[in-house]
């Protein structure tokens, strides 16, 4: 008998596992890695996405019956998540460390603007009420662009250095990053910061355009160019994830 060489080919991986604890039923999505030695199953800080990383020569039955051996630790991690905040009116948002209530305005025009309010600061968005979520979001990137263009230019001129471009994105993993090509990257959640957090990484990033390492070189320059350096990290490492529960 003639077996063709595709007759024992693996069936693909489904895109995610189900796991029931107490009631619950979670999603677990699988990840197959050839350079992974072992199952591991986390929990994403920033988008509360389960992920199971399973060897290439796991099967995926060994992979379901370990992620439902850990159903309970899934539970109690997922239950640490901070809850999600929609842009929408009434929800509270920080614009650089300071929490602002999201106000709705029935008025023409179309934009967002920080302002005082009867119980406190406020950003007012203006127009229609079912664009609110995209006008605030589109808000708070422009206002990080600003706050970020202007530190990186301070810390570029302090440090005589000329980024080739600076961009603006939703990261994860990263609040900042540098290119080899001297392209600076930034998430826009750092604006919801105080800003002594925004100022620190754009001093951290400008300053991998001379070292483009964290040797004892490049810490010298950061924390001459900004004094705050320590007490950003600490701010970051103690509230940074909940800075991803907004939007």
Known sequence: MVFSRFAFARRPDPAEILVAHEGAVYRVALRRRAAARRL???VSSATGEAVLTIPERTDVAAAERFA????????ARLARLPDRVALLPGAVVPLRGVDHRIVSRAVALRRVEAAPG????VLAVSG?????????RAFLQREARRDLEAAVARYAGVLGVKPASITIRDTTSRWGSCSARGGLNFSWRLILAPPFVLDYLAAHEVAHLREMNHSTRFWRLVHGACPATREAEAWLKSHGTGLHRYG
């Open 118 to 121: 009867p119980d406190g600061p």
């Open 40 to 42: 591991t199953l986390r």
């Open 68 to 75: 439902r051996a850990h159903g309970g630790w899934l539970a």
């Open 128 to 136: 229609d009420p079912g664009e609110v979520a995209g006008r605030v």
